[in-house]
């Protein structure tokens, strides 16, 4: 590893201040330490390093003169710092060696670490992949996000049942790797209501909170990749204000006041744990404007600072929504110009509209953002009334547009009429940003043509696409070390930074030593795996067999429940059909599902069921096991992803928007299982239709089945695997003595009407996995197949996302340091 650091890395100073940290901090000695302390005082020592760094890049005048991203996101999945943060200093072998000497074994100590869960899955992560390539990257960046008190909820399993347990992910100790910036804290107000006075004949309209929290940063180091940069992610933690201050705020409603200050700190309490689902609950509306006022205001104090005017804000400010959670942004930027900095509405709108962009991250219509006006009226009065405005001018442009269309203007409209009306964010993401973009070509085309075709008509160019990435220091350099190792020594070690560059193995896919290597690796990786599991849930895998994989959220248009009918599909055959073989095969599901969402627990405790009988029934299980880890997150998917061979991604067409967990998965060598979805179809135009198996119903098909009348019981009654696959569900065959134990997912496919088109897909799914199976019989074409994913999977780096950010949309300037 080579010492990038401008410092040069002083051994014996970081050995004294580990000790420093082990006494001072973590009140211990070096005699009486357990491994839990020796974690935190290292990774002390090592965040130590790492604020210097932030410190000088926040005060760097070039950065501070710079455009800046500010990546607003309700989530960051960030998974465990410290690792992947000794790679990007350059400093791992430094470092291991300087903790042996301590008596202290580095990889031990790195397992010591929680996950900071503080996302739920996909659009969470990106937004950690995204901060880790502005770093890398050096673009100047800031990531605004939430401090909760607990991160997403522990999962284990309570006899096959899902069981939730809260994530006090900074531990009694706290975290090691973020420092509080009380000089940048804020005030946030809430409730209150709106003063009308007159000034010079002209009215000035005034909100007066009628309680205010305040928000505490919390600053985490984003490490550049073996650069000197170091970016914040600031996260915002809700706190009371004391009582003695009431005064602040007393031209509020008291009453409501002191009902506020009993809520305040629960505002970052616990992240929601929904994905891909919004309920409407105050809390998170609260939770949404406590994040982007504070971000909102933490910009201006930045820009401000630096010596710029208001008008200038666009040309050194970008604010990217992640999603709509955010968008309430957009009101309080103009509220501050108008109400505040006393600008007009025109020149406020003209800042405003050039500096947010909005990334759309789904078309489920359960995921789509509407807040009951009534709700935003009384929590942010003078907001409701700004989102009027906006509303009444934005329907003028439509209606110039398409004269005397009520129509268009009803679909358009950022309020939604009804018994509720409600304001829909993605309207008001749309009208207020200067760019909005899907997350993979397919995605952006369905936000085009089905979800914003008028606004499309209305702003030409504004509607983009970016697809997703993921970072290849965490997802293959540092999770992978043996592939990266074997990968560097053939083509150099450029390729942590230029993904594309993995082409060149692309040459060794015929190489049988190279082949043999590649697949000694992976079998290296599948044997940590099994370790794991023998370790954790006491079974016992044969790593010979396929490591067949589906890793993400539970959600019914995932369809855990069709590659849990595949499984049931084989188990039939296994034990009644003498004649019929396959590969020994392995399958891994992890999953959380929300907790509401009793569906898709429903089919946790079938799998699980399922798993149960297979995995002690002697009839089949050395050619059948099915493993459910639990308490999926990113350091369990560090385990498994460099040990698959094969990648579950068979999402109904047109519902998954990316994914990226397919990406990270084909760059380690996994051969995709898939339907024509999300950023699919991109890995299959990468890789070949060779080395990938699509199957099932692509968007055409999906409408015209549904279009036609589908009826999922036509499929059971035509389908003998099918229906002797489904039937398994009914009876006692993995619940004994208690039949019908798993009806729940039987009758959503049959009686609930299949709306994820289950049983549409798979007869063309067994097909797919009889294919795969065969496939792997062959060894050496199998390698050849994994080398070429790996090799052509360049595009799906993070980086390659945020270059085309930065020249579509950002326009920023690398700064280097
Ligand atoms: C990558 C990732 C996801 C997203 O997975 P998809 O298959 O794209 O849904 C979710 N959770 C974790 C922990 C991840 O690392």
Not at 420 to 434: E, K, P, Q, T
Not at 542 to 551: R, S, Y
Not at 726 to 741: A, M, N, Q, R, S
Not at 750 to 765: H, Q, T
Request: hydrophobic share 40%.
């Amino acid at each position: 590893m080579k010492p990038t650091q401008k410092y040069p890395f002083d051994k014996e100073l970081f050995k004294g201040n580990v000790k420093r940290h082990l006494n001072a901090t973590y009140a211990t000695t070096v005699e009486h330490a357990s491994t839990h302390a020796w974690y935190l005082a290292m990774a002390r020592a090592l965040a130590e390093l790492t604020m210097l760094n932030l410190l000088e890049t926040e005060q760097d005048e070039r950065i501070v003169k710079a455009k800046s991203l500010n990546y607003l996101s309700l989530e960051f999945l960030i998974g465990r710092l410290t690792g992947n943060n000794l790679i990007s200093l350059g400093l791992f072998d430094s470092v291991a060696d300087a903790m042996s000497e301590l008596g202290q074994n580095v990889t031990d100590l790195l397992e010591e670490e929680r996950d900071p869960s503080l996302g739920n899955g996909g659009l969470g992560r990106l937004a950690a992949c995204y901060m880790d390539s502005c770093a890398a990257l050096e673009y100047p960046t800031v990531g605004y996000g939430l401090h909760y008190e607990y991160g997403l909820f522990k999962q284990s399993f309570d006899h096959c049942h899902q069981k939730e347990s809260p994530d006090a992910w900074q531990g009694i100790e706290g975290y090691p790797w973020e420092v509080p910036r009380p000089e940048l804290k804020q005030d946030i107000g809430f409730y209150g209501h709106v003063e009308v006075t007159h000034v010079d004949g002209k009215e000035k309209r005034h909100w007066v909170p009628g309680m205010i929290v305040q928000a505490m940063p919390w600053d985490l180091p984003i490490v550049g990749f073996e650069n000197d940069t170091v970016y914040p992610l600031r996260l915002w933690e809700a706190r009371a204000i004391a009582p003695f201050s009431l005064e602040s705020f007393n031209n509020g409603n008291y009453f409501e006041a002191q009902h506020a200050l009993i809520d305040a700190d629960n505002i970052t309490k616990v992240l929601y744990p929904n994905d891909n689902h919004e309920k409407g609950k105050t809390l998170r509306l609260m939770q949404q404007y406590f994040h982007s006022a504070a971000s909102v205001r933490d910009i201006l104090r930045r820009h401000l600072n630096a010596g710029f005017s208001l008008e200038e804000l666009p040309e050194h400010e970008t604010i990217q929504l992640n999603d709509t959670h955010p968008t309430i942004a957009i009101p309080e930027l103009m509220r501050i110009f108008i109400d505040e900095k006393e600008m007009s509405w025109e020149k406020a709108w003209g800042i405003c509209s050039k500096t947010f962009a909005y990334t759309n991250h789904t078309l489920l219509p359960e995921a789509l953002e509407t807040w009951d006006e009534g709700l935003i009226q009384r929590l942010l009065p003078r907001h409701m009334e700004i989102i009027y405005e906006i509303n009444r001018r934005f329907l003028l442009e439509v209606s110039a547009k398409w004269p005397g269309d009520v129509s268009k203007q009803q679909t358009l409209s950022v309020i939604q009429e009804g018994f509720h009306r409600m304001v829909r964010m993605a309207n008001l993401c749309v009208v207020g940003s200067y760019a909005v973009n899907g997350v993979a070509a397919m995605h952006s085309q369905l936000v085009k043509q089905h979800l914003f075709p008028e606004f499309n008509e209305l702003y030409p160019g504004r509607l983009q696409n970016v697809t997703n990435g993921i970072t290849p220091r965490r997802w293959l350099k540092f999770c992978n070390p043996g592939l990266s190792d074997l990968i560097t020594e053939k083509i150099g070690d450029k390729w942590t930074s230029h993904l594309d560059q993995l082409q060149a193995i692309a040459k060794y896919a015929d190489d049988k030593t190279f082949q043999q290597r590649f697949m000694a690796v992976k079998k290296e990786n599948k044997e940590r795996l099994a370790a794991w599991v023998k370790d954790h849930m006491d079974i016992d895998l044969n790593t010979d067999a396929i490591f067949d994989v589906q890793i993400k959220r539970l959600h019914e248009y995932k369809r855990q429940h069709l590659n849990m009918l595949h499984i049931l599909s084989l188990y039939h055959r296994l034990t009644t059909d003498p004649d019929f073989d396959m590969q020994p095969r392995v399958v891994f599901f992890a999953a959380k599902a929300a907790p509401g969402y009793h569906l898709a627990k429903e089919i946790i405790y079938a799998i699980n069921k399922i798993a149960e009988k297979i995995n002690a029934d002697p009839r089949v299980n050395d050619k059948l096991k099915v493993v459910f880890i639990p308490d999926y997150r990113v350091s369990i998917a560090e385990i498994i992803i460099p040990a698959a061979d094969v990648s579950e991604q068979i999402s109904t067409a047109g519902k998954e928007a990316s994914g990226t967990g397919n990406m990270k998965l084909a760059l380690n060598g996994a051969l995709t299982i898939g339907t024509m979805d999300g950023a699919n179809v991109e890995i299959r135009e990468e890789v070949g239709d060779d080395n990938i198996y699509i199957f099932g119903l692509d968007i055409d098909g999906v409408n015209e089945l549904r279009a036609s009348g589908y009826n999922p019981y036509d499929f059971y009654q035509a389908d003998p695997l099918l229906k002797a696959s489904l039937d398994l569900l009914v009876g006692e065959e993995f619940t004994p003595g208690e039949p019908g134990k798993l009806r729940t997912t039987y009758d959503s496919l049959l009686n609930g009407g299949d709306p994820y088109l289950v049983l549409a897909d798979f007869a063309s799914y067994v097909e797919a996995q009889t294919q795969l199976d065969l496939d792997y019989g062959d060894q050496s074409g199998w390698a050849k197949k994994a080398i070429l994913n790996t090799a052509l999977m360049g595009k799906f780096s993070s980086d390659r996302s945020i270059q085309d950010y930065v020249k579509q949309i950002w326009k920023l300037t690398p700064v280097k340091r």
